[in-house]
């Protein structure tokens, strides 16, 4: 928000009235001789925690006899977006403690109470309010903590922080806030439970701890002790609560039975038909020792959870789907070991992709439509998660999936155990780090599987770390390698799919069909410059052998991969004149197989700017194939295929989110195939406030795309020699993305999301690759499909989905939640695109029969 002149001179002009009801508000609870304090005071980064004889109410007022005897906290520092700079408004606060529970208090003056930006949303989720953020590093390891955030409406925030930044938003405590605005300001009064964290079992503890408030409509940020948006890491650069003395060991157990009753469509023979179940299940924490927890759940059931977004994948690629199920997402970064991943390009590659445990079975399209498409049913998960004093870290994760089966008994889906054991040892107070990690999958495999899956499949890897000349730079690396074992058959049928296509007539690789094992290994390694006030690089070089397999397992996209990309960062991280942020980076990247074909190589280019009234303007482009690339995945196992250069330019706009109305539009295009290819995206979009308690979103996205060099199909003729095709597609998507929230209380909420989808093409001009797919000319890399039966009538696509949920969520009591779930989903098909616009496919999806859930989920939290 500018900030003109005269509200500027109305400032300065409150200051006096301001300065006397802070004196006035301090004066019954902070006397002004240092001796009346329990504690000693706080100094620019570190504080003592007093100890409460009594337990305060947690009301949001700091009128508890307790909260006199605690100096308050006052040297905070504006971070973001001027380091340093003087607070706009005042903030104090205290901290307390007793056996079992962590006090804070925060008190955020503010001369406009009436300006402060409070809206209701359902817990754990992000809105744009004043907010007020508790880190504690309760191991003080500089490395892991956990974040304790509220708005100013009383909505709360948690969230798990390890490798000194990275954050997850799974993690939920059970802990309580209070928060009030008054003439003053607004208030925050926490209670922590210990219980909620891990700390080690001396007598005296040192958290590392920070206190950090958002001024939203000013869109400033200020904490004790001062972040610096130039150090990397957080964790490491939060202050120190000492003082801490005699805490409580921690309740061993804590367990969450839930109650699931489910009626849900179905397929029968080849009719839709409902089923009704009621299960019962369960969640499960116990703490083995203070550094040590086991979490664990029973017959498990996540439908209250947001069903995917619909997509029509035309790559050879594996389309990725976050994970959103709440068991897995919590702790997922503790099982983190990534594969292919840098500052320019990271495509959640990986030795752990948490979505394979209860997907979809494998064998649905194997066995027939039939077969219903539910994910594969898990009997039971576990975690142990521990951290050591030592600065080691563990986590193992095991779980089983149940046989799936028709009602003939065909199986399509065997018994399926997944493993995964991650663990890291810290050094330099967090700034080298070797760890390593391990994944197993083994599946009982029967007569209908044997033929299709892999009967085992390992992968395992070490990694290091290590920060040096001040903590500036950085250089990683890992060394990882898997083996998978089954059938011949199986085991071909890995060599042949899109990660590998050992096939391939020009690859060159040792193709054997007739191979029961597939062996591979992956490297890496990264050096970067990772902290500074201005400028940041990092330049990484990876390989992945043909045989490389984790996707049993892992996420990997395609094996027999070299790259090399270099990525440099200019970071504004002042406030100026025009803009409160200014970013812009610059990438290269060269990606080779490992026998040396070269694949890409390409220079990009993006800007990113935030301006004073809180719009964001970002831009960039990239011009790829610069120089001679060829695509050896182009002909889905066929040879490889010449590129020609691109161009593909993007621009976004967002609004200030502070407003109750806010537009977003993002564009895209793209021009390659010496213009053959081309296609357009626009994705505008539009947020909604109103009565501090409403939020919606409308966003749209359109493309429309134009691909001269689209695979078709692979055909044998009569004498088997196969015959790649490729054809002039012309297709466009539409969708359509619907939420509106409605939250009664932070406990209480209601949302609603609709997606439609439709994505429509038509095929044209079928060829063949010729004898000369490496030709300069494009013409020549193509010839004429001598097969009426396909190039008559190539035909195309209609492929058309809706998808809604409808969520009723009330935590009754903490750590305890009712659910009330509807979803509907329909699909459709036609091998034509069709003469109908988007509102009429969607009007076509509704004549379709629908896929029907209504679910009641009641959890109750048992502490012991």
């Not at 009594?54 to 380091?83: K, S, Y």
């Not at 340093?84 to 006090?103: H, I, M, Q, S, W």
């Not at 409902?274 to 369960?282: I, K, M, P």
């Not at 951290?387 to 799936?404: E, H, I, K, Y």
Request: proline letters at 5%; hydrophobic letters at 35%.
């Amino acid at each position: 928000m500018a900030i003109t002149a005269s509200l500027a001179i109305a400032l300065l002009l409150q200051v006096p009235a301001v300065a006397s009801a802070q004196r006035a508000h301090s004066a019954h609870v902070t006397p002004a001789d240092p001796g009346h304090y329990a504690v000693p005071l706080p100094t620019d980064s570190s504080a003592v925690a007093a100890r409460a004889a009594e337990p305060p109410v947690i009301d949001g007022r700091d009128d508890d006899p307790m909260w006199r005897d605690v100096p308050p906290i006052t040297a905070f520092r504006e971070w973001n977006p001027t380091q340093g700079k003087a607070p706009r408004f005042r903030t104090e606060a205290k901290v307390a403690y007793d056996a079992a529970n962590l006090y804070v208090f925060v008190r955020a003056y503010d001369p406009h109470p009436d300006s402060i930006i409070k809206l209701l949303e359902r817990r754990d989720t992000f809105t744009p309010s004043d907010m007020i953020w508790v880190f504690v590093d309760s191991y003080h390891d500089r490395r892991n903590g956990y974040e304790f955030g509220v708005n100013a409406a009383g909505v709360k925030i948690d969230q798990a922080v390890y490798d000194d930044g990275h954050e997850d938003g799974a993690w939920d405590a059970v802990w309580d806030v209070a928060t009030r605005v008054d003439s003053l300001g607004w208030t925050a009064e926490f209670r922590i439970p210990l219980s909620q964290m891990h700390y080690s079992t001396a007598r005296d503890h040192t958290f590392g701890f920070t206190i950090d408030r958002d001024i939203y409509r000013y869109a400033e940020r200020v904490s004790w002790p001062m972040l610096d948006q130039s150090k990397a890491g957080m964790v490491s650069q939060l202050g120190t609560l000492s003082g801490l003395e005699n805490l409580e060991a921690p309740r061993r157990l804590e367990a969450v039975p839930y109650l699931v009753t489910k009626d849900a469509s179905v397929i029968r023979n080849n009719r839709f038909a409902d089923r009704s179940n009621l299960t019962v299940g369960g969640d499960l924490k116990y703490r083995v020792a203070s550094n040590l927890t086991l979490d664990a759940t029973i017959n498990p059931d996540f439908g209250q959870v947001e069903a995917d977004p619909a997509v029509l994948n035309l790559t050879a690629y594996e389309s990725f789907f976050d994970e959103r199920r709440p068991f897995f997402v919590a702790g997922r970064g503790l099982f983190r070991f990534d594969v292919n991943c840098n500052q320019v390009n990271c495509d959640s590659e990986g030795l752990y992709y948490s979505r394979r445990i209860g997907r979809t079975p494998e064998l649905a399209g194997a066995y027939g439509d039939t077969v219903p498409q539910q994910p594969t049913p898990i009997i039971g998960a576990a975690k142990l998660i521990g951290r050591f004093p030592s600065g080691l870290t563990l986590g193992v994760l095991d779980a089983t999936t149940q046989r799936a089966a028709s009602p003939g008994d065909t199986t399509y889906e065997p018994t399926t155990n997944f493993a995964a054991a991650r663990v890291t040892q810290d050094f330099r107070n967090g700034n080298s780090t070797i760890g390593a990690m391990l994944t197993a999958v083994n599946r009982r495999s029967d007569r209908w599987t044997a033929s299709y899956l892999p009967g085992s499949a390992y992968a395992g890897g070490v990694d290091f770390r290590h920060r040096f000349l001040n903590n500036t730079y950085e250089i990683s690396g890992s060394m990882d390698g898997s083996r998978v074992q089954g059938t011949s058959a199986a085991v071909n049928m890995i060599q042949t799919d899109a990660v590998h296509f050992y096939q391939r007539p020009d690859a060159g690789l040792p193709y054997d069909s007739s191979a029961t094992a597939l062996d591979g290994n992956a490297e890496e390694l990264k050096v970067g410059k990772v902290a500074g006030q201005h400028l940041m690089f990092e330049t990484s070089y990876q390989r992945r052998s043909a045989g490389f397999e984790v996707n049993d397992m892992g996420y990997l996209r395609r094996a027999d991969q070299v790259s090399w990309s270099t990525w440099v960062g200019f970071f504004d991280r002042r406030q100026r004149a025009l803009y409160n942020r200014f970013q812009w980076n610059m990438n290269w990247w060269q990606y080779w197989t490992t026998s040396g074909l070269p694949l890409e190589a390409a220079y990009n280019t993006n800007a990113h700017l935030t301006l004073r009234n809180n719009w964001s303007l970002n831009a960039g482009g990239t011009l790829g194939q610069l120089g001679t690339t060829y695509d050896d995945r182009a002909a889905r196992g066929g040879p490889a295929i010449r590129q020609d250069p691109y161009f593909a330019p993007w621009a976004s706009i967002m609004g200030d989110d502070r407003r109750a109305l806010v537009p977003m539009i993002n564009l895209n295009f793209f021009r390659g195939g010496r213009g053959r290819n081309h296609s357009w995206t626009v994705g505008p979009e539009l947020d909604y406030k109103m009565m501090g308690r409403f939020s919606s979103s409308v966003a749209l996205n359109w493309s429309h795309n134009v691909a001269d060099d689209q695979w078709y199909g692979n055909f044998a003729d009569t004498l088997g020699a196969p015959h790649y095709t490729f054809a002039h597609l012309d297709q466009t998507t539409t969708s359509a993305t619907v939420r509106l929230n409605y939250t009664f209380t932070p406990s209480i909420s209601l949302q609603a999301y609709v997606q439609p989808f439709v994505s429509k093409g038509t095929y044209a001009d079928v060829r063949q690759l010729s004898a000369t797919p490496r030709a300069a000319s494009y013409d020549a890399r193509y010839a004429p499909y001598d097969n009426a039966s396909v190039t008559a009538d190539p035909g195309g696509f209609n492929f058309k989905e809706f998808q809604s949920n409808l969520v009723f969520r009330w935590e009754y009591k903490p750590g305890s939640t009712l659910f009330v779930v509807w979803n509907e989903g329909r699909q459709g098909y036609l091998p034509v695109a069709g003469t109908s616009d988007f509102g009429g496919n969607v009007r076509d999806l509704f004549r379709l029969h629908p896929a029907n859930t209504l679910l009641v989920k009641m959890s109750y939290w048992l502490n012991r």
